[in-house]
């Protein structure tokens, strides 16, 4: 079992910056590539970012590449995702989960994922 712990959510102008962390406890973490997800109210999960276990590759989605930065330091089991120039499109609960390195499967899909944090609130105004 690998346990996720988000922090870092909050509300935010638009324009401004939050920092996401994820903290991991159960399991070696560096076994695990990472990903951030949202899901907006009434819309589905959606695929932010993701890193993989070294830290070596890294995906985002379009709508926040050049804004949005994911990191992970593998001595502190802790993923990161760093949001600049935020928008009100941006408001969403954020998610990381945590996809095994066994597991070769697409990192922007939500199944390809075992374990998943209680999400964080991040609310942008306008």
């Known amino acids: 079992q690998v346990q996720l712990v988000e922090s870092g959510g909050g509300l935010v102008q638009a324009g401004g910056s939050l920092r996401l962390s994820c903290a991991a406890s159960g399991r070696t973490f560096s076994d695990y590539n990472m990903g951030w997800f949202r899901q907006a109210p009434g819309k589905e999960r959606e695929f932010v970012a993701a890193i993989s276990w070294s830290g070596g590759t890294l995906y985002y989605t379009d709508s926040v590449k050049g804004r949005f930065t994911i990191s992970r330091d593998n001595a502190k089991n802790t993923v990161y995702l760093q949001m600049n120039i935020l928008k009100p499109e941006d408001t969403a609960v954020y998610y990381c989960?945590?996809?095994?390195?066994?597991?070769?499967?697409?990192?922007?899909?939500?199944?390809?994922?075992?374990?998943w944090g209680q999400g964080a609130q991040v609310t942008v105004s306008s």
């Open positions: 989960a945590a996809k095994s390195r066994s597991v070769s499967s697409p990192y922007a899909e939500v199944k390809s994922y075992g374990y």
